[in-house]
């Protein structure tokens, strides 16, 4: 039973890695980045139950703790970009290519 | 008690960085007030660490925290290193905002807080203590590179370095969730008994783990297949913020990759052949990309990328049993010191909003400056490899490892990069040498920074005395 929560969390994490990958959004982009990280978390709980230990529970705790702080950066920096240009495409943002 | 001496270099610089946090907050402590806290808040970082590395009151690979940290004599020197680096920078930055605008207080804290996150880093024994330390060292460096927010430059390159960034921490996490499957435990010391036990290859949890982590490793880096991010986000960082990142956050990376596959020879065996063909490819791509660069920002970050692979040479060669990391960290401290010296004097020389950044720019420096573009000189020398600098021995002592654990043939491509490399270190000495100026190179006033320069040159060639065991 535990083992097809394992394989939901390796499903969520490729669909994110998809969603980074062909997403041209910024928004869409940095959600995809966290669906990885919950799916992620979800393993961290599902192996919790597997092992009978508490230490995966705490791990999900701290990593969704650190992921609110990347969300966090990642909105600043999203407000700035509309501020710059009033679009959320990342094939827009071309300063720097080369 | 013991456990605390060992942390008190992160409780000083987490503790600065708060300390100048709350200073900002004051009328009275302006803008001069602040960078002066700032660089004496990583002077004494510095002198605690160094404190602490010679107090060598407990054992090498000791836990602390309950086996949360581990300090040995490579974590201790590694912390140094980044102090310094820290502290260089610090100066560096002093002497471009008394150029450039953009300047918020909180400057120095990011500074500080992303040195406690490095600090933590190359002492983390435990999968999630170093995910932390890698987001607290990550997400302070992220703000540094776009806190200048009326630029669009710096707000792209921000965008670009914290979508992939947290691209790779989240393939980090994963390869954390693997290994936690397999060893039914994150902490390093319980993966090395269970890897003794049931062996790496057959554990494929573990090799999965192991491959996801390498990734995000290597992406920090800056190796090869994911090196392509680097050049335009220390592009678009300001001087001293990239000048801080290709040093300060190298060191702490390579620290902790090399903790990482010091957890067991099996692992670092089943990933040997794949490292080696990083290091020629990580090579010879930074040596293409940095050919082909007019902008001296842009050379100096592909450079950063063909030393990054000069330091996965000294990963490949390093041996679990014998383990010093000598020769890395002297090629760390080497590359440092001709890095934050390259950055510390474009921060007084390329003038307001960063005007002279093109090899053109700096033609005939030397008739204008000649101090200054002496002491460039040395820093391009050092980072050429040629004798008597500092460079010229961590080049020596990586290839010499990597002699010495068989691996002959990366050891002469090494060489031949290193021959490759001099093409564009040397073409920006012809510029300034023998070249007539047509710049007349003024600058605002400053102290700090040309002093910083010259310390900076006069130690490459001081550190390349010390004895390294290999």
């Known amino acids: 039973m535990i083992e097809h929560y394992l394989f939901l969390s390796v499903i969520l994490f490729c669909l994110g890695i998809l969603g980074v990958i062909s997403r041209r959004n910024v928004f869409i982009v940095f959600m995809a980045i966290e669906l990885m990280l919950n799916a992620a978390n979800l393993g961290f709980v599902a192996l919790a139950r597997l092992h009978v230990s508490m230490d995966g529970h705490v791990l999900a705790m701290l990593v969704m703790a650190v992921a609110a702080a990347e969300a966090a950066l990642a909105l600043a920096v999203v407000i700035l970009l509309h501020k710059h240009k009033g679009k959320l495409d990342t094939n827009i943002f071309s300063l720097l290519r080369g | ?470």
């Open chain 2, 1 to 470: 008690m013991q456990d605390l001496m060992a942390i008190l270099p992160l409780v000083a610089t987490g503790a600065g960085a708060i300390l100048l946090m709350l200073a900002a907050a004051f009328e009275s402590f302006r803008k001069e007030g602040i960078s002066i806290m700032g660089i004496g808040l990583f002077a004494f970082a510095f002198f605690v660490q160094l404190a602490v590395a010679n107090s060598g009151s407990f054992a090498p690979y000791s836990g602390v925290l309950n086996g949360m940290l581990a300090t040995s004599t490579f974590t201790k020197v590694a912390g140094l290193i980044i102090l310094a680096c820290g502290f260089f920078s610090a100066i560096a930055a002093q002497a471009y905002f008394t150029q450039n605008k953009g300047f918020v207080l909180e400057f120095y804290c990011l500074m500080l807080f992303a040195a406690c996150g490095m600090l933590l880093l190359t002492m983390a024994a435990e999968l999630i203590t170093l995910f932390i330390a890698l987001e607290i060292m990550s997400l302070a460096i992220y703000a540094l590179v776009g806190y200048d927010r009326k630029s669009v430059r710096r707000s792209e390159a921000v965008l670009k370095y914290l979508m992939l960034g947290a691209f790779a921490g989240a393939f980090y996490i994963m390869g954390t969730v693997f290994i936690y499957a397999g060893a039914k435990s994150t902490s390093f010391r319980v993966i090395t008994d269970v890897i003794a036990t049931t062996g790496f290859l057959s554990n494929p949890p573990l090799v999965g783990g192991a491959f996801l982590i390498l990734f995000a490793f290597l992406f920090k880096a800056a190796a090869f297949p994911f090196h392509a991010w680097v050049v335009d986000v220390y592009d678009g960082a300001p001087l001293p913020v990239t000048g801080f990142m290709a040093t300060a956050v190298k060191t702490a990376v390579f620290a902790v990759l090399a903790n990482f596959l010091m957890i067991s020879s099996d692992l670092q065996a089943a990933w040997v052949d794949y490292l080696f063909y990083i290091a020629v490819f990580t090579m010879f791509a930074g040596n293409l990309i940095a050919i082909a660069q007019n902008n001296l920002k842009r050379m100096l970050a592909a450079s950063g990328i063909v030393h990054s692979g000069y330091l996965i040479i000294a990963l490949v060669a390093i041996q679990a049993k014998t383990f010093t990391g000598g020769a890395m960290l002297f090629y760390l401290a080497a590359y440092a010191l001709a890095t934050l010296g390259i950055f510390a004097a474009l921060s007084y020389l390329a003038g307001e909003e960063e005007r002279r950044v093109s090899f053109d720019d700096f033609k005939g420096l030397a008739r204008v400056r000649p101090y200054s573009a002496a002491c460039i000189s040395i820093f391009l020398l050092s980072m050429a490899g040629i004798p008597p600098t500092a460079g010229f021995m961590g080049k020596f002592y990586i290839i010499a490892s990597a002699f010495q654990a068989g691996h002959v043939s990366l050891a002469i491509l090494g060489i031949v990069s290193s021959i490759l490399s001099m093409w564009y270190y040397l073409r920006l000495i012809v510029l300034m040498y023998f070249r007539e100026p047509e710049d007349r190179f003024e600058v605002a006033e400053m102290t700090l920074a040309p002093l910083g320069t010259i310390i900076l040159a006069i130690c490459v060639f001081a550190i390349s005395f010390y004895p390294v065991v290999l």
